[in-house]
């Protein structure tokens, strides 16, 4: 059914209504939030130009292209965002500070990205969107001529809440930009530098601990993050050089902006972001996906957690803040 046919069934004194559908079981997130991080969790999702807002669980349903307007809305009851229509860049990712005992922001709310945006080169999203609805988590997928898009999300206070995958009909790379919101900054964590080489347990083998970039804030000692890439590499930016010293004294070049990375993601690849002690453990990267991936498809077991300092130290703070 598509979801022009749903809304005129169910509507009602001119209010449009998200009509529940057949149940669908949807693919995992990054890795996966704590349970216990997502009580009462989900999202709607709103932006249609019959002013219908979904969010039904257990909902699948096709939005046509008539209906799309060029933003959408993404509210959840931990999390919130906007998705450019025709490009799915994402706008204004914000934790809500809401009461949980997995909380990381002090029950702020905390904006943490201000745009994650694809370079598409030309190319638009400019078919139908099929969103998809079940419990805490949302399926955000829309295609266009040689380009396909899809957006997973989770509706938790922590773990792995986020992720975005690209693929493109002519098999080549999509520059994606992450800018993070005013107040929040990348930083290379040193506890990572003081324990660099370092060889420690991870599940029934060891792995040597090597240096991360974390993203943090001045207002909430809890809150850290990381970008987690899958098929995708960093690139790194010259007009943005920090000198970092290792534990050995010697000094390291990190070409990395305060609030910018960039990431050559591969067709079928995805971006994404993790938080809390997702962003904080030592484990190998994970498996090569290239399509739909899932929760199996990323670092899962036990592993050491290295945490962070707060407040972070200045001279472990990427400069400056843009290209």
């Not at 949302?138 to 266009?144: A, E």
């Not at 693929?167 to 990348?186: K, Q, S």
């Not at 530098?193 to 991870?202: E, K, S």
Request: with cysteine; glycine share 12%.
């Amino acid at each position: 059914m598509t979801f022009d046919r749903q809304f005129a069934k169910f509507k009602i004194g001119g209010a449009a209504l998200a009509a529940m559908l057949a149940l669908v079981g949807l693919p995992g997130v990054a890795q996966a939030a704590k349970s216990d991080g997502c009580p009462g969790g989900g999202f709607t999702v709103s932006g249609f130009s019959n002013g219908a807002v979904l969010g039904t669980s257990g909902l699948k349903t096709t939005a046509q292209a008539s209906l799309i307007q060029p933003t959408l809305t993404v509210t959840g009851r931990y999390n919130t965002f906007d998705i450019t229509s025709d490009s799915f860049a994402v706008r204004n990712y914000a934790f809500t500070g809401v009461a949980n005992p997995e909380d990381l922001t002090g029950g702020h709310r905390t904006t943490v990205f201000q745009e994650k945006t694809p370079d598409h080169r030309g190319l638009v999203l400019n078919g139908a969107m099929t969103v998809e609805i079940d419990g805490d988590s949302l399926v955000i997928t829309r295609t266009g001529p040689g380009l396909s898009m899809q957006i997973q999300a989770k509706d938790c206070a922590a773990g792995g809440v986020f992720q975005m995958e690209v693929e493109r009909g002519d098999g080549t790379a999509t520059r994606i930009t992450h800018v993070l919101a005013p107040g929040a900054f990348f930083y290379d964590n040193p506890n990572f530098r003081a324990r660099q080489g370092d060889v420690v347990p991870f599940k029934d083998t060891t792995i040597a601990v090597t240096p991360r970039i974390n993203i943090g804030n001045d207002v909430s000692a809890k809150f850290i993050a990381r970008d987690s890439s899958q098929v995708a590499t960093r690139v790194d930016d010259p007009t943005c050089p920090n000198p970092i010293q290792t534990r050995t004294g010697a000094i390291n070049i990190v070409k990395h902006c305060g609030r910018v990375s960039k990431w050559d993601v591969s067709s079928g690849g995805r971006l994404g972001f993790v938080t809390g002690e997702d962003a904080t453990e030592v484990a190998p990267p994970p498996t090569v996906c290239t399509h739909k991936c899932q929760a199996q498809n990323q670092v899962q077991g036990q592993s050491v957690i290295l945490g962070a300092p707060f407040p972070v130290p200045t001279e472990s703070r990427l400069k400056p803040d843009l290209s």
